[in-house]
């Protein structure tokens, strides 16, 4: 504003920076926070395994990870900490440290970290996400993103690398994805370089397409491929073939086969799938076949890449939202599964919900209906009364304001 002075004497004039109005109290930020400092004070099963050797850091609702290189010496200290402070960010290292608490990283005195996965709706490229926008997040998103994980641990994790369920821990991220920790003792000396050929591997990155096909593009000769049963990709590739085959031509067409293909090999599935058991592709005439079968597995193993944060596998130092805390995103727990075999029936709209107790006043602008606890809320156009984790998960979302406890 321009305030006029009166100095000496002459007038003059200058210019200030002054708040248009006194700041709004937001009464939602007080009750999430009160609501995530109750949470902390009351939860049982926060503390990692090896709690002492691991590195946390905290965050903030605008950054997530705002304070780093802190360690806690048990969960007494650990849930003391996050109440107090109503953290609504944390997260903990994959790794094991010596001193885990020193800086810089070299200082800690590394001794191990487990392999993990995050897999994350976001960069699916899911049919709904372009009607609804990658933001919002429905329960098909949640539901494909349990089934990539589903897949990463029952299709590579357990029959390529051999590990087991009880090596595993898996868990909600709280938002939109899952996290898979390998704790197997194998594991946990790999280096960044070994890391990287697990997801090099897993995204089916460095696949040789001769190997697969090895008399693909000899003139005249018989296309001899894999098998369902065969070890590694080459199963991979028959047995995902095979299942897009059975499911109909819209599923050929969504492995880019043009529509006239896609409706010959539906035609003749029997007779195609019973070539690929005995490795024999060529059941079909399918014009400039060496490219076309290229073209399919090139696609297969792209939209695999596409769901695993290969970053977060290949640095053994990275910090991952901590199991069983709060997502200040969302208010759900980053729920830690009892088993991976539960992941089949978990539901993180019901089964991840943190704020069961009481109702609250919202004035909300949603534009999707909301799936939570077996119940659709919205969408939304004004002030409601919602269960408060319907109001806290739209208010952290930016999608309503709070106005009250009830
Ligand atoms: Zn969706």
Redesign the pocket.
Same mark, same amino acid.
């Given at each position: 504003m321009l305030l006029k002075l009166f100095i000496g004497a002459t007038w003059i004039y200058i210019y200030v920076d002054m708040p248009t109005s006194p700041t709004v109290k937001d009464p939602g930020l007080d009750i999430v926070n009160r609501l995530i400092s109750d949470y902390y004070r009351n939860c049982a099963g926060i503390a990692p395994d090896r709690i002492v050797e691991r590195e946390f850091g905290v965050g903030n609702f605008d950054v997530k990870i705002s304070k780093r290189h802190m360690s806690f010496g048990n969960e007494r200290i650990l849930k003391e900490y996050l109440s107090n402070n109503a953290v609504p960010y944390v997260s903990s290292s994959s790794a094991y440290y010596r001193f885990p608490e020193k800086r810089p990283m070299e200082r800690k005195g590394w001794i191990g970290s487990e392999l993990v996965f995050d897999l994350d709706v976001t960069d699916m490229n899911?049919q &709904?996400?372009s009607k609804?926008g990658r933001q919002w997040? &429905?329960p098909? &998103?949640l539901d494909k993103v349990r089934d990539e994980t589903i897949k990463l641990i029952y299709d590579f994790l357990i029959p390529d690398f051999g590990f087991s369920e009880e090596e595993m821990q898996v868990n909600f991220s709280g938002n939109r994805g899952y996290h898979v920790h390998v704790k197997d003792k194998d594991v946990i000396m790999l280096d960044a370089a070994a890391r990287k050929q697990i997801t090099d591997y897993i995204a089916g990155i460095g696949i040789d397409f001769g190997d697969i096909f090895p008399t693909a593009g000899m003139r005249g000769e018989k296309l001899v491929g894999p098998r369902p049963e065969d070890k590694g990709w080459r199963g991979k590739i028959a047995r995902s073939f095979i299942k897009s085959l059975n499911e109909g031509i819209n599923a050929l067409i969504g492995l880019g086969i043009d529509r006239p293909t896609a409706a010959r090999l539906w035609k003749n599935r029997a007779l195609v799938q019973m070539g690929i058991a005995n490795g024999n592709w060529d059941m079909v005439y399918i014009k400039s076949k060496a490219s076309f079968w290229r073209n399919i597995l090139d696609r297969q193993a792209v939209s695999q890449s596409d769901r695993i944060d290969s970053n977060v596998t290949n640095d053994p130092t990275h910090l991952l939202r901590l199991a069983n805390s709060i997502h200040g995103g969302s208010g759900l727990i980053a729920k830690k599964l009892h088993s991976a075999k539960d992941l089949h029936d978990f539901d993180p709209m019901k089964d991840a919900i943190a704020f069961r107790k009481g109702f609250v006043r919202i004035s909300a602008k949603t534009d999707n209906p909301l799936h939570m606890n077996g119940q659709r809320f919205g969408p939304y156009g004004g002030e409601i009364k919602v269960p408060t984790y319907v109001g806290t998960y739209l208010y952290l979302k930016g999608m309503a304001k709070i106005t009250n406890f009830i």
């Open positions: 899911l &709904c996400q609804h997040i &429905c098909t &998103c």
